[in-house]
Each structure stands twice: as C-alpha cells, then as structure tokens.
C-alpha cells in the first residue's frame, strides 16, 4: 500500500513523482478534539525526502511530516506506544 493512495494525498502526490510506500513512522503527535470528534496524527516519513519539492523546501529539511486527518471519530484505542523514540 502507498501513502500516495489515501484519500487526501493529494499534497503528497505534487512532492513526490513516485508512490511512496507505507512503512515506518516517526510519530510527532496525536490531537484530539472532541468538538467535530476529530483525531490528527502527524508524524515524519522516514528515509523518505520528496524528489519534487517547491522551491521554498529546496534547502534545510530533512524530515517530510505528514499527518492524517480522522474526522468523526467515536472511539479510539492505542497500544504499544513507545515513549522513547
């Protein structure tokens, strides 16, 4: 499966010429709002820098931070979260 292939994604598919693929993560956070019932999970794509980046991400990043956008949520359940990354 490819990050490219999500709903939404259509930022990432102007970064990035080629699918990218669904693999590890560096988990940077986890919002929750109960107003709207929304949770966004935002997290750095790792070993995966975009090939078509604008010209203002030309210099000085070496993260790509995406997140994921989970609206209506009514229940949610973590596990194995680890606290040192």
């Known amino acids: 499966m490819y990050w490219n292939a999500l709903d939404g994604s259509y930022l990432l598919s102007k970064v990035f010429s080629k699918s990218v693929g669904i693999s590890d993560i560096d988990l940077f956070d986890i919002r929750m709002d109960r107003e709207g019932s929304t949770v966004i ?32 949520a009514t229940m949610i359940k973590l596990e194995d979260i680890s606290t040192n990354m």
């Open 41 to 72: 999970i935002s997290f750095d794509l790792i070993d995966k820098l975009p090939d078509n980046p604008p010209i203002k991400w030309v210099k000085g990043y070496n993260r790509c931070r995406c997140g994921i956008n989970c609206g209506g």
